[in-house]
């Protein structure tokens, strides 16, 4: 009886056959295999980087920022041509009552201090203590919505690498999880210029600004060392359920004995 079940239970000749007659069943297992393999890798790095973004974050400021800079921001022939030029509200152009946030029901002004940088397809364009006012779709600056924003960017001289836009949107569209530092007082008041964003090509003797932002780790939300202990752990914990199954279906393939199964009648018959 002994020989008789070790004659049967060959465990590397029952696995040769088995990868031989069940493709499907071998590609099942790799999957399972590499899914483990991909799972204790994604574990492994985020154990051992400190700094990783937060997926749950929709938006934050450097998306923000990015959506301003893919548009052209053209002066206005006529403030009357577009339907989403809109009067600044008082207190985006009051630098004796600006501050940090300024509430109502509906509404929220944030003036920031954000990396941003500007320029122009015109020679005759300043750049020099320079104010551009527009209004955008929250749509436009993947917020979501069809709400109107309104920015003001000022930028000073000497300031190549920051600048203060003062943005009045309502507050459930901006990113509050983790907010820019408060801009300091200008001491010049600075007309802002009326400008319309878009896409299209400006015509020669139109002046138009383009935004050019850089991404600030500081404005990207972070996953914190508890929420990265909690993924390690799901992660481990799910790598080894996949490694248990497959090597339950390797004990499994090993303990069957496999036959070449025999052509039927018919086919027999046929090939003479």
């Known amino acids: 009886m002994w020989s008789l079940m070790m004659g049967f239970w060959q465990p590397v000749t029952n696995l040769r056959d088995?990868?031989?007659?069940?493709?499907?069943?071998?590609?099942?297992?790799?999957?399972?295999?590499?899914?483990?393999?991909?799972?204790?890798?994604?574990?492994s790095y985020t154990y051992?980087?400190?700094?990783?973004p937060n997926p749950d974050t929709a938006e934050d400021w450097n998306q923000l920022l990015s959506s301003l800079s893919q548009f052209q921001l053209c002066v206005k022939s006529n403030t009357s041509s577009s339907e989403l030029a809109l009067p600044a509200p008082p207190d985006?152009?009051?630098?004796d009552?600006?501050?940090n946030s300024t509430k109502t029901p509906s509404l929220i002004t944030l003036r920031v201090k954000v990396p941003l940088s500007v320029t122009t397809n015109s020679n005759s364009g300043s750049l020099i203590d320079l104010?551009?006012?527009?209004?955008?779709r929250a749509s436009q600056l993947q917020l979501g919505g069809n709400e109107?924003?309104?920015?003001?960017?000022?930028?000073?001289?000497?300031?190549?690498t920051y600048t203060c836009p003062t943005i009045s949107a309502p507050a459930h569209l901006l990113p509050m999880s983790l907010v820019p530092p408060e801009c300091p007082v200008f001491e010049k008041n600075i007309s802002p210029i009326h400008v319309e964003a878009g896409n299209r090509l400006p015509t020669a003797s139109q002046t138009c600004y383009r935004l050019h932002s850089t991404n600030d780790p500081t404005l990207t939300v972070m996953l914190t060392q508890e929420e990265q202990s909690?993924?390690?752990?799901?992660?481990?914990?799910?790598?080894?359920?996949?490694?248990?199954?497959?090597f339950i279906l390797c004990v499994a393939t090993s303990m069957?004995?496999?036959?070449?199964?025999?052509?039927?009648?018919?086919?027999?018959?046929?090939?003479?």
């Not at 069940?22 to 574990?43: D, E, K, R, Y």
């Open 131 to 136: 104010g551009l006012l527009t209004a955008m």
């Open 92 to 95: 985006l152009l009051d630098r």
């Open 230 to 246: 909690v993924a390690v752990r799901h992660l481990l914990q799910a790598s080894v359920c996949l490694l248990g199954v497959c």
């Open 18 to 43: 088995y990868v031989s007659q069940n493709p499907p069943g071998v590609t099942f297992f790799l999957c399972l295999l590499a899914l483990a393999v991909s799972f204790i890798c994604l574990s």
């Open 97 to 99: 009552t600006s501050v």
């Open 148 to 160: 109107i924003v309104n920015v003001t960017l000022e930028f000073l001289s000497g300031n190549d």
């Open 256 to 272: 069957t004995h496999f036959t070449n199964a025999p052509l039927p009648l018919e086919w027999n018959g046929s090939a003479k």
């Open 48 to 52: 051992t980087h400190t700094l990783l």
